[in-house]
C-alpha cells in the first residue's frame, strides 16, 4: 500500500492550503483514513481523522479551521486548511487503516511539510 501525500508549502499567517494524500497499491478496504502533523522537537498527533461514512474527528486546537474530507473512488482523503497560524508549522503525515476481519494494517505517507511564516 502506498499513500502519497502532496499540496505543502510556505504560507503567510490567515492563510489557506489543501492537503491530498492517495492510497493506491491494494484490492483491500481502505477503512479511516486521517492526517497527523509533527512539528520539531514535538510528538507526532492526530489532525483529523475520517471513517468511510464520512464521520470525522479533530484535534481541538484545528477544529472550526481545517476539514477533512474524502473521495472513496479515488481512495483519496483532503485536508482544506483555513486561517492558518504559525503554530500549525510541521510535517504532515496522511495515514490509512486498511484491511477486513482478521487483518489490518496502518499506513503512512511520506509527509509534506507546511510552513506558516510571514
Known amino acids: 500500500v502506498q499513500l502519497q501525500a502532496s499540496g505543502g508549502g510556505l504560507v503567510q499567517p490567515g492563510g489557506s492550503l489543501r492537503l491530498s494524500c492517495a492510497a493506491s497499491?491494494?484490492?483491500?478496504?481502505?477503512?479511516?483514513m486521517g492526517w497527523y502533523r509533527q512539528a520539531p522537537g514535538n510528538q507526532r498527533e492526530l489532525v483529523a481523522v475520517?471513517?468511510?461514512?464520512?464521520?470525522?474527528n479533530y484535534a481541538r486546537s484545528v477544529k472550526g479551521r481545517f476539514t477533512i474530507s474524502r473521495d472513496n473512488r479515488k481512495n483519496t482523503v483532503y485536508l482544506q486548511m483555513n486561517s492558518l497560524k504559525p503554530e500549525d508549522t510541521a510535517v504532515y503525515y496522511c495515514?490509512?487503516?486498511?484491511?477486513?476481519?482478521?487483518?489490518?494494517?496502518?499506513?503512512w505517507g511520506q509527509g509534506t511539510q507546511v510552513t506558516v511564516s510571514s
Open positions: 495515514n490509512a487503516d486498511v484491511g477486513s476481519g482478521s487483518y489490518h494494517g496502518s499506513y
Open positions: 497499491g491494494t484490492r483491500l478496504s481502505i477503512n479511516a
Open positions: 475520517i471513517g468511510t461514512g464520512d464521520n470525522s
